[in-house]
Each structure stands twice: as structure tokens, then as C-alpha cells.
């Protein structure tokens, strides 16, 4: 079992002030028990955000920043690439943006509440300044459309993570065949202003849609060749929201829970000498340990050498 925990670290300041408040009995007993291995770091102009990498590794996919194929698979999975193609697929984001004056700035996509309706009602509206640029939009969720056009062959995008909640402007595709998908955005602006979703959304005090992200980008490489592992991979995101939101008490209270559920078993499953690994992701760095044999004094000397959680939380 690997548990990859996103957001262990938080990137806010009230968040980061209250690691040293946590009480994690299970998070300090596994430290004694695992391993650490190699660390991964973070690039800070990269696109792709490490839970993301590590994801994207471990289903044997070749990791290039930016380009990871998310949108691709959806399309896979729904036959669409019978009709087109593996490649030129994106994920478009529904989203409000927030223009402060020397920034804009995203909320989080995932707390706008998007119905199913509302979302097929946008993308009926929208689809036909899409096709004039060339791209195609298919459904996929309350929340994210699939779109296909030559334009997204090989076009790094940023992750939806790395703009939630955060400003936009350091994450925009900037290069020269993009122009006109920032041309279609400035168009869609204006389109949603006054759309009748949007007049329903304000009446009931919910936020606006009033732009769209592209993320997701990329071509799917051969299909890798199975193994014989038999980890499974468990993607942990409950400390995610609190983290957006620099809550304090809720991303403690998030961390409580993941401690005394998910950490307390890879605890049994340790002490029962079964495979256990443990990638606990931050803004700066992935630390992943894992259970290893050992003999009884390097046991007893790791118990002695390892750190508290309050050091390596910080670390990440």
C-alpha cells in the first residue's frame, strides 16, 4: 500500500504556523518504523505540481512538465480518440476570476458548485467560439469539458492546482501559436457577463462563471509494459481545501483525522512487516518512506536518528 498525502504542507502562512500545534502519534510512529528515501523537489516555475508527477509516475507515464496527458485518457476511456486522435486534448475549466490591481486572481473551481445543467447550458454557448478557433468541446463533468484542437498539441499548460486559489498571471501559456486562446478567453468574458446562468448564479449569491482554464494537455506514449508490483497507490487530497483557504483550524482537524484513519493503518500494516509506503507532498518538496528490512539494531538506531513530524512537515 502507498498513501500519497497532497497539501501535507501548506503553502499559507497561518497553516505553516500551526504545524507546530499538530499532535500526530501515528504520523511519529511510522517515522520510527519506515525509511525515507530519496526526496523529490519542486521546481517553482514548474507546471505540474509533485502529487501530479508522482501520480503520472507510478501509472508509468513519462513525466514532462506540463504535458502530462490527463485530458488524453478522458478521452480514451469515452472513445473519443477513435474520432480524433490521441493527440491535441485538453481539459477546460469552468472559473471565476478575481481582478485585483496588479494580478487576477483564481478561486477554486471545485467550491463554485457547478451543476450538470448549468455546466451543459455554458458549454452549448460557448462551443461555437470554440469551433470557429478550431476546437471541438465534448462533455465530461459538472465541472471540466474535454476540448480537441490543434492548438493543444504539445502546448505546456499549468496544472488547475497551481492557479486555484492563486494568481493566474504566472501560469498563463504565453507561447506564440497560444495567442488566439487568449483572444477566445477575452471573448468569452464578455459572453458570460450577461449570460442567463450567470444572472441565476449572482441571484442565489453564488460566485460567477466568468472565464475558463486550460489544463491536462499532452500525448499519451505507448502503453507500459505491466509489472509485477502489486502496490496500489491511494491519492489523499483532505488536506487540500483548508490548505487553499489557509485554515488553520480545519487543516489541523483535516490532519487529526487522516492521522488516527489512513496513518494508523499503514501503522498495522507495518508492524504486520506488510509493504508500506508514505509520500507526504508540500510546496517545495515529496518525502516518501517506505518499509524496509532490516536487522535489529538498525531498527533500534533508526528509532534514535529519526525526526519529530514538526521537522519534516516544515522540511516540505
Not at 17 to 30: C, K, S
Not at 234 to 260: F, I, K, N
Request: proline share 8%.
Amino acid at each position: 500500500m502507498h498513501l500519497l498525502i497532497s497539501h501535507a504542507t501548506p503553502p499559507g502562512p497561518q497553516c505553516q504556523a500551526a504545524i507546530g500545534q499538530l499532535a500526530l502519534p501515528n504520523l511519529n510512529e511510522l517515522l520510527s518504523l519506515l525509511t525515507a528515501t530519496p526526496p523529490l523537489l519542486a521546481a517553482p516555475e514548474a507546471l505540474t505540481p509533485l502529487p501530479e508527477r508522482l501520480r503520472a509516475t507510478y501509472m508509468g507515464m513519462q513525466v514532462q512538465d506540463g504535458l502530462i496527458p490527463w485530458a488524453a485518457l478522458d478521452a480514451q476511456q469515452l472513445g473519443l480518440t477513435k474520432m480524433h486522435g490521441d493527440a491535441g486534448w485538453a481539459w477546460i475549466t469552468p472559473c471565476h476570476l478575481n481582478v485585483q490591481s496588479n494580478h487576477i486572481l483564481m478561486d477554486d473551481p471545485l467550491e463554485l458548485d457547478v451543476s450538470a445543467q448549468e455546466c451543459e447550458t455554458l458549454r452549448a454557448a460557448m462551443k461555437r467560439y470554440f469551433e470557429e478557433d478550431g476546437i471541438t468541446l465534448h462533455p465530461l463533468s459538472n465541472g471540466t469539458w474535454l476540448a480537441f484542437g490543434e492548438v493543444f498539441k504539445d502546448l505546456p499548460t499549468a496544472s488547475l492546482e497551481r492557479v486555484a486559489g492563486s494568481a493566474i498571471d504566472p501560469w498563463m501559456p504565453l507561447q506564440e501559436h497560444a495567442k488566439h486562446l487568449r483572444r477566445l478567453q477575452n471573448e468569452m468574458q464578455m459572453l458570460l457577463y450577461t449570460h442567463a446562468v450567470n444572472d441565476a448564479r449572482g441571484a442565489l449569491g453564488k460566485p460567477t462563471i466568468n472565464a475558463f482554464w486550460i489544463s491536462g494537455t499532452g500525448t499519451p506514449a505507448p502503453a507500459p509494459a505491466p509489472t509485477a508490483s502489486t502496490t496500489t497507490l491511494e491519492c489523499v487530497d483532505a488536506l487540500r481545501q483548508s490548505a487553499l483557504r489557509d485554515d488553520p483550524h480545519a487543516w489541523q482537524a483535516a490532519w487529526q483525522t487522516l492521522d488516527g484513519t489512513k496513518l494508523a493503518e499503514l501503522v498495522q500494516r507495518a508492524k504486520m512487516a506488510k509493504p508500506v509506503q508514505l509520500t507526504l507532498c508540500g510546496p517545495r518538496m515529496a518525502a516518501t518512506l517506505e518499509l524496509q528490512n532490516k536487522p535489529w539494531w538498525g531498527r533500534i538506531q533508526q528509532r534514535f536518528s529519526v525526526s519529530s513530524p514538526e521537522q519534516l512537515l516544515n522540511s516540505l
